[in-house]
């Protein structure tokens, strides 16, 4: 009786494992998610925008050429997937040490309706110092998001509010401003870091 007990509880909790990673499908890689624009970004020498920074800069693609540079889009009242990923960040820049110094890291909002600058000050503050974060015009950002190949759509929630669904990977630049590669949302810190390391020891090359 006691083994059949033990075996309903395993059976239940890997019912409930299968559903979490179910809906995390759903949003992130399945049909909820946004389509991707199945391009690769452009360099960052031929993007064209003009933002502000969450210290109230200006700031635009010619602001990241000359150091390695890693950009996410999202929101601030994002519920899960842009605090997570910001987190991620700022365990990457940790285990990078003094080599976070060396790097670019931008979060490009896809709602300045509500992330002022003040609000992106605030939010930013939460993560690791060396994270940036930009905001502009709504036409500002539809060209940066455009040079990026990132997609986003403002969803209504039903009760006079809305979100936003977005593209939920990271890009990573080298120092001339070429696009390099992509961090996934799922990737394990183990494959992310890496990939930032070959960033950086490129840019190091590429001064000698």
């Known amino acids: 009786m ?3 007990r033990i075996l309903q509880y395993c059976a239940a909790g890997a019912g409930a494992l299968g559903l979490t990673l179910g809906v995390g499908w759903w949003r992130v890689d399945g049909p909820a998610a946004p389509k991707p624009g199945g391009q690769r970004p452009a360099s960052l020498s031929e993007m064209d925008f003009r933002l502000i920074d969450h210290e109230g800069n200006d700031v635009g693609p010619g602001t990241l050429v000359g150091r390695p540079t890693m950009v996410f889009f999202g929101f601030t009242y994002c519920p899960e997937i842009c605090p997570t990923t910001l987190s991620d960040f700022s365990g990457w ?5 003094d080599q976070a110094a060396q790097m670019n890291v931008i979060f490009i909002t896809v709602d300045p309706e509500r992330d002022t600058v003040d609000a992106m000050a605030e939010y930013v503050s939460y993560f690791h ?3 940036r974060g930009w905001t502009g ?3 500002q950002i539809a060209r940066a998001a455009e040079g990026f190949r990132v ?5 209504p929630t039903g009760d006079g509010d809305y979100t936003m669904n977005h593209t939920a990977s990271v890009f990573l630049f080298d120092d001339t401003g070429r696009f390099v590669t992509t961090i996934d949302y799922h990737e394990p810190r183990e494959f992310a870091v890496p990939k930032l390391r070959r960033v950086l020891s490129e840019d190091v090359k590429g001064a000698t």
């Open 93 to 97: 820049l940790e285990e990078l040490g």
């Open 137 to 139: 015009p709504q036409a």
């Open 2 to 4: 006691q083994r059949r």
């Open 151 to 155: 997609s986003y759509e403002r969803v």
């Open 129 to 131: 110092p060396a994270i």
